[in-house]
């Protein structure tokens, strides 16, 4: 049960990158002068290149505080079907996030960024509960 933890944390990991997919697709688009400022580049993306840089950005804070909620489940041995719905919700929360803010859906962007804060507090609740048990 506890390495589902471990292999949250490993798949939101991956989660991170696979948005800057379609960053690095767009500037190969552009070709080499996105190579030599990439930085200055940004505003010559696409839009739906620059949505993805964002969820990018987004998905490397809401790791922090996932990653932070899921070893602190492991280290305190939090064991509970509510853990692993709130893992297996976190990632494909965050899956469907990046999805939705490529495509410009706001409001399931939004719903998706809930969900995963939702996970993730719900594994520090579960986490401060066992260490105090």
């Known amino acids: 049960m506890s390495s589902i933890f471990l292999y949250s944390i490993a798949a939101a990991a991956i989660l991170i990158y696979l948005p800057y997919l379609l960053v690095a697709y767009a500037r190969f688009q552009i070709g080499y002068e996105a190579l030599v ?59 469907l996030y990046s999805i939705f803010y490529i495509l410009n859906i706001p409001l399931l962007r939004s719903l998706m960024f809930a969900v995963g804060s939702v996970s993730y507090a719900t594994l520090f609740i579960l986490s401060i509960i066992q260490a105090n048990s």
């Open 37 to 95: 400022a990439p930085r200055a580049q940004f505003d010559k993306l696409p839009p739906y290149a620059q949505r993805a840089a964002w969820a990018h950005q987004n998905s490397l804070e809401a790791f922090m505080l996932f990653a932070s909620a899921a070893l602190m489940a492991y280290v305190t041995g939090v064991n509970s079907s509510t853990a692993t719905i709130a893992v297996l919700a976190f990632v494909v929360a965050r899956f």
